[in-house]
C-alpha cells in the first residue's frame, strides 16, 4: 500500500480523510477536496465498500448540469473507478497511471474493502534516507537445494537478478542509499558481486560472521552503531514493501523494535465439534483461523544493540522476548502488501512467475 509522507499512520492515513459516505452532498464533497490534498474523494456504502470515486472534474461536470450544493452525489460519482488489489507491484501500478492518465488509484481487496490509495507523487517520490538498511544474508539455505548446492540463498536468481539485488533496489527506491550485508556461507561469493554497492549507485558495508549468528546475532557486529533507527530484512524476503513507511510507523509509534507482520489464514480441513465434558455444543464446518506470522522485515533503534551478546547466536523472535520482558515497547506493522520468503524450490518458482507477470 502507498501512502502520502504525510501520514500519521498506516490505520490513519491522510487517505483516510477523503472518505465519504455515499448519502453526502456535494458541497460536503467540494468542502473535502479542498481540506485534503490528495485531489480526489473515496465514496463508500455503510459497509464500509468502495462505490466509487469523486474528483474536481466530476464536480464541475455536475455543476454544469445545474445541480448545487445540496445535490446528492450519487449522480456524480464515477462507478467504475480504476481500482488495484493490495499485491500488485509499484511498478505495474505505475504503468496503469500512465495508461489512464489518472494520479489516484484505490486499493481493494475482493470484496471491494477500501484498504488504501495508491498516489502518483508518493510512488515515484525517492526521498533520501539517513538510515541504514541491514540485509540478513549469511544463511546455507539447506531448504532450497539443489539451487544452493554451489550458490549462497541470497544469490539466487529471480527474474534475472539475485535476491539479494532485488532487495538492494527496493531499497534504493525507498530512499535508502546505506547497507550492510551480513555474511557467512559463501560471502566471499556476495562480495564479489556486489563490492562497495557504488555500480548501483548505493555504498554497501559487510558483517563477517565467523559462526552462523541468526536473524539477529550479527548486529552485534556493526560497528559504528547506527545513530538512527534501522531497517532489517532477512535476505531471503522479496517484497513490495515500503521501508520508508515501516520506519516512519516505527518512529510515530516511539518504538524500540518493530516487526512487520502479515496476515494468514489456515483452514481445519475437518468438521470441529465443540463439546464441554461430554456433551456436543455445537458445530463448525471446516473453520478457518487467522493469525499474524513474521515478515522478517524489522526496524530496530540503536538501544536495541545492547540486548545482544557478541558472538552469540540470537533470533530476531529471541531479541522481541528480550525486550518485551523488559517493558521496552515492541509494535507490530500489519503488510498487505505482496511478500514472499523464497525458502524452498517451489517459493523460487512462484517468485519468478510473478515476476513475469508483473505482480
Same mark, same amino acid.
Given at each position: 500500500m ?29 468542502r473535502n ?25 466530476d ?6 448540469r ?29 504503468q ?13 481487496d ?20 539517513? $538510515?541504514?538498511? &541491514? %540485509?540478513?544474508?549469511g544463511?546455507? #539455505?539447506?531448504? !532450497?537445494l539443489? +539451487? ?8 539466487v536468481?529471480?527474474d534475472g ?28 561469493m556476495?562480495e564479489?558481486h556486489?563490492r ?5 549507485g548505493v ?12 536473524t ?6 556493526l ?5 538512527e533507527?534501522?531497517?532489517?530484512? $532477512?535476505?531471503? &524476503? %522479496?517484497?513490495d514493501?515500503?521501508? #520508508?513507511?515501516? !520506519?516512519?510507523? +516505527?518512529n ?29 455444543v455445537?458445530?463448525e ?10 515478515a ?7 538501544d536495541?544493540?545492547?540486548e ?16 518485551h ?24 518458482l512462484?517468485?519468478n ?7
Amino acid at each position: 500500500m502507498v501512502y502520502s509522507d504525510k501520514s500519521t499512520s498506516e490505520i490513519d492515513g491522510v487517505w483516510r480523510q477523503a472518505i465519504l459516505p455515499e448519502s453526502s452532498s456535494i458541497g460536503r464533497v467540494i468542502r473535502n477536496l479542498n481540506e485534503v490534498p490528495i485531489k480526489i474523494v473515496l465514496v463508500v456504502n455503510k459497509a464500509n465498500k468502495l462505490v466509487g470515486t469523486i474528483s474536481d472534474g466530476d464536480i464541475r461536470r455536475g455543476l454544469l448540469r445545474s445541480l448545487d450544493l445540496d445535490s446528492p452525489i450519487s449522480s456524480i460519482v464515477h462507478y467504475n473507478a480504476l481500482v488495484v488489489p493490495p499485491e500488485m507491484s509499484r511498478d505495474m501500478v505505475m504503468q496503469l497511471m500512465v495508461a489512464n492518465k489518472i494520479q489516484q488509484i484505490p486499493i481493494v481487496d475482493g470484496q471491494q474493502n477500501l484498504l488504501g490509495l495508491h498516489l502518483w507523487d508518493d510512488i515515484t517520490a525517492r526521498p533520501t534516507r539517513v $538510515n541504514t538498511l &541491514v %540485509i540478513m544474508a549469511g544463511g546455507k #539455505g539447506t531448504r !532450497l537445494l539443489p +539451487h544452493t548446492q554451489n550458490c549462497p540463498k541470497p544469490m539466487v536468481l529471480v527474474d534475472g537478478k539475485p535476491i539479494l539485488e532485488h532487495i538492494i533496489e527496493r531499497g534504493k527506491l525507498e530512499g535508502f542509499t546505506r547497507f550492510v550485508l551480513a555474511i557467512h556461507h559463501l560471502g566471499h561469493m556476495i562480495e564479489s558481486h556486489f563490492r562497495d554497492g557504488e555500480w548501483l549507485g548505493v555504498k554497501i558495508n559487510y558483517l563477517r560472521e565467523q559462526s552462523p549468528l541468526g536473524t539477529a546475532g550479527a548486529l552485534g557486529l556493526l560497528n559504528p552503531i547506527p545513530d538512527e533507527p534501522f531497517v532489517v530484512t $532477512n535476505g531471503d &524476503v %522479496i517484497t513490495d514493501i515500503r521501508y #520508508g513507511e515501516l !520506519l516512519d510507523f +516505527h518512529n510515530r509509534h516511539q518504538s524500540f523494535a518493530t516487526m512487520a507482520v502479515r496476515s494468514h489464514e489456515w483452514q481445519n480441513p475437518f468438521g470441529v465439534v465443540q463439546i464441554q465434558g461430554v456433551e456436543i455444543v455445537g458445530f463448525e464446518e471446516k473453520p478457518v483461523s487467522r493469525s499474524h506470522i513474521n515478515a522478517g522485515v524489522y526496524v530496530l533503534s540503536p538501544d536495541v544493540l545492547t540486548e545482544l551478546r557478541p558472538e552469540t547466536l540470537c533470533d530476531m523472535p529471541m531479541l522481541f522476548e528480550r525486550l518485551h520482558s523488559k517493558a521496552k515497547r515492541t509494535v507490530a506493522y500489519p503488510i498487505h502488501e505482496s511478500w514472499l520468503d523464497v525458502g524452498r524450490p517451489d517459493d523460487l518458482l512462484k517468485a519468478n512467475e510473478i515476476s513475469i507477470k508483473g505482480v
